[in-house]
Structures are given as C-alpha cells and as structure tokens.
C-alpha cells in the first residue's frame, strides 16, 4: 500500500508523466502532501488511527471512513497538517497535490494571507510573502503547493521564483500540460508540466483563452535563456498530415466521392 503509492512519479496524481518529479517535492519518504493508501493500526471513539509509516501515527476522522473500518484495513487518504504540523489524513480530494500547480479561489482572509478552497473542509493558505498582487474574496489565483519551512502544506503565487528557472529535458513541439496562469503584454504565461513557466504569444493564439484554464499545448523552443516558448497547435506538417488523413477517412466512407468543398 503505502510503498506501492510512495514509488509511483509524482505526475501520476495528473494523468501525466514526465519522468521528472516537480522541484518542491522532496526527497524524502514524507507522505504529507500526497494520496496513499494506509493500513488502519486501531478504530478509536473520536478518531482513526492509520500508520503513517516510520513509526508514525495519522488521524482521520471516523465520519471520514466507511462503515465497519476495522484493523488491519487499508484505507485511500490524502495526508496534509493540522494548526501544530502534524500529519493528519482526509479521504476528500484536494485540486492539487505537494508540487502541483491549480487555480484556486479566495474564500477568506486574515492576518496571515489569503485562504483558498482546494477542495478540503481544511482552506489553504496563501501567505503575503507567497503572492504577486493584492486579492480580494471570490478571485482565482493560479498557485504552487509547497511545504513551508514548518512543514506545513501552503501556497505559492509566484511561481516565477517556485518554479525551475532553466528547466532541461523539453524538447522542441513536445506535447505537454499547461495551466494559463497569467495574463501579459506579450500574451500568456502558463505553467508547464508543473515544472516551469512559458509564454504563449497572443499572435500564435487563435481561439479564446482563459487565465486558470488547464489545455494541452507543445513546447515550441526551449530559448537560450533557459525560457520555454509555447503553443497551442502542433506543428503545420503534423496539422497537414492529420488533414490529409482525415479527407482520406472520409472519402473511403463515401465510396470515394464527396461534396466537401474549401
């Protein structure tokens, strides 16, 4: 359970792999930040105890688990902190994961940030220091979750200084995931595979789009700087040829005729 779960890539939670793990996630067998399937040590009045690992104890509730939880049991949680760091477990599912990026919306503030809802009775945090403009309740805001120095589970704004700087491994009109993150002069920035930021040109852009949308696109160079240009479309032979391929398809349908014009 908990070592199967801990040995999958850190894309997996995404449905993509790049084979690389994102900067902020550690090398460490913490499972704070991940969903992992843990065994069940005791069921008790106010709560249930799940091994953690490492001679580790995690609560979840036991409104949480399903009825009849007993010893012994595995159970699929996703394992964040409480107020004193703490690990603790929930079966929810959060937006995102340790190293992940989403679009988050505001539900409150206080002294300390901003507070988004990802998805957990628990909000998450977004400190003044981790955000890159003021906000105000019922904006989104695209974001990294990090550990912070505490050890606990936060959020990041600026992705810019998060993310690699000079990230290898892409190569030229490579598909990739890319969440639209940012709004520019030039067009758009987006997230790439968790990974880094690259620019989208509003030139090279031919369909509505919108800051917080999640789309596939392709890297269409790596830049000198280190700096990903971005895409929408693949290139115009790989277009072509999945043209010509589909008029083929359809003439065969039609017995080789068609009343398909330009």
Same mark, same amino acid.
Not at 223 to 235: F, I
């Given at each position: 359970?908990?070592? #199967?779960?801990?040995?999958?890539?850190?894309? $997996?939670?995404?449905?993509?792999?790049?084979?690389?793990?994102?900067? *902020?996630?550690?090398?460490?067998?913490?499972?704070?930040? &991940?969903?992992?399937?843990?065994?069940?040590?005791?069921?008790?009045?106010?709560?249930?105890?799940?091994?953690?690992?490492?001679?580790?104890? /995690?609560?979840?509730?036991?409104?949480?688990?399903?009825?009849?939880?007993?010893?012994?049991?595995?159970?699929?949680?996703?394992?964040?902190?409480?107020?004193?760091?703490?690990?603790?477990?929930?079966?929810?599912?959060? &937006?995102?994961?340790?190293?992940?990026?989403?679009?988050?919306?505001? /539900?409150?503030?206080?002294?300390?940030?901003?507070?988004?809802?990802?998805? !957990?009775?628990? &909000?998450? !945090?977004?400190?003044?220091?981790?955000? #890159?403009?003021?906000?105000?309740?019922?904006?989104?805001?695209? /974001?990294?979750? $990090?550990?912070?120095?505490?050890? #606990?589970?936060?959020?990041?704004?600026?992705?810019?200084?998060?993310?690699?700087?000079?990230?290898?491994?892409?190569?030229?009109?490579?598909?990739?995931?890319?969440?639209?993150?940012? #709004?520019?002069?030039?067009?758009?920035?987006?997230?790439?595979?968790?990974?880094?930021?690259?620019?989208? $040109?509003?030139?090279?852009?031919?369909?509505?789009?919108?800051?917080?949308?999640?789309? *596939?696109? $392709?890297?269409?160079?790596?830049?000198?700087?280190?700096?990903?240009?971005?895409?929408?479309?693949?290139?115009?032979?790989?277009?072509?040829?999945?043209?010509?391929?589909? /008029?083929?398809?359809? !003439?065969?349908?039609?017995?080789?005729?068609?009343?398909? *014009?330009?």
């Amino acid at each position: 359970g908990l070592d #199967r779960a801990l040995s999958r890539p850190p894309c $997996y939670a995404l449905g993509w792999c790049s084979g690389r793990p994102p900067p *902020t996630l550690r090398a460490t067998m913490s499972i704070v930040g &991940h969903s992992v399937s843990l065994p069940v040590l005791r069921v008790e009045r106010d709560r249930i105890v799940l091994d953690g690992g490492q001679g580790r104890e /995690v609560s979840l509730p036991p409104d949480e688990a399903p009825a009849g939880t007993s010893a012994g049991e595995a159970l699929e949680v996703f394992v964040l902190t409480d107020s004193e760091a703490r690990p603790v477990a929930t079966t929810a599912t959060p &937006h995102a994961t340790l190293g992940r990026c989403a679009s988050l919306r505001v /539900v409150a503030q206080s002294g300390a940030g901003a507070f988004l809802d990802w998805g !957990l009775a628990k &909000h998450l !945090l977004l400190p003044f220091a981790e955000q #890159r403009r003021p906000l105000e309740i019922g904006q989104h805001e695209c /974001v990294l979750v $990090y550990l912070d120095n505490s050890g #606990r589970l936060a959020a990041s704004a600026r992705l810019d200084h998060r993310l690699e700087e000079r990230p290898d491994g892409f190569e030229p009109w490579q598909p990739v995931s890319l969440l639209v993150c940012q #709004r520019t002069d030039l067009g758009f920035k987006a997230v790439v595979d968790d990974r880094a930021v690259g620019l989208l $040109y509003q030139d090279e852009i031919f369909r509505e789009l919108r800051v917080g949308e999640r789309t *596939t696109g $392709y890297v269409k160079r790596p830049r000198a700087d280190g700096r990903l240009d971005l895409a929408l479309q693949p290139p115009a032979r790989v277009l072509a040829d999945d043209l010509a391929a589909r /008029v083929i398809e359809h !003439l065969e349908r039609h017995g080789g005729s068609t009343t398909l *014009t330009d």
